[in-house]
């Protein structure tokens, strides 16, 4: 599975409604966890999903993790939890690995291609 080099985060990120609950609830530890596992998920290839075991992997606790549910950014399901409105914001891995065929396939073009012209210019020995 071909994850993402980096996951798309709004600049208005922090005056989010939810963000702003969690952080006058104190619950910052919790908005941290939220960033990493955006950063867990789009670098796996997950589509969203962060799988339970994955949980201290991202720095997180049970209790961020039920902050995070209370607030609206997760969804449980079993094994672990979806990040709400993941494919509303961050491209599927599905799009992702099919933009990576294209651009491999553009490279190939590009340097075969770009090989035999030079070989052309080359003087004859």
């Given at each position: 599975m071909t994850g993402l080099?980096?996951?798309r985060l709004d600049t208005s990120f922090y005056t989010n409604q939810k963000i702003l609950d969690l952080a006058h609830t104190h619950h910052h530890r919790a908005i941290a966890v939220y960033m990493c596992a955006l950063a867990y998920a789009g670098?796996?290839?997950t589509d969203?999903?962060?799988p339970a075991a994955a949980l201290t992997l991202i720095h997180g606790r049970p209790t961020d993790a039920n902050h995070l549910v209370e607030a609206g950014l997760w969804t449980p399901r079993p094994g672990g939890w979806d990040i709400h409105d993941w494919?509303?914001?961050q491209p599927s891995s599905e799009e992702t690995e099919a933009r990576t065929a294209r651009a491999r396939a553009a490279a190939l073009t590009r340097w075969n291609g770009g090989a035999r012209?030079?070989?052309s210019r080359m003087p004859d020995a």
């Open positions: 080099k980096w996951v670098g796996q290839g969203g999903w962060i494919r509303d914001y012209r030079n070989a």
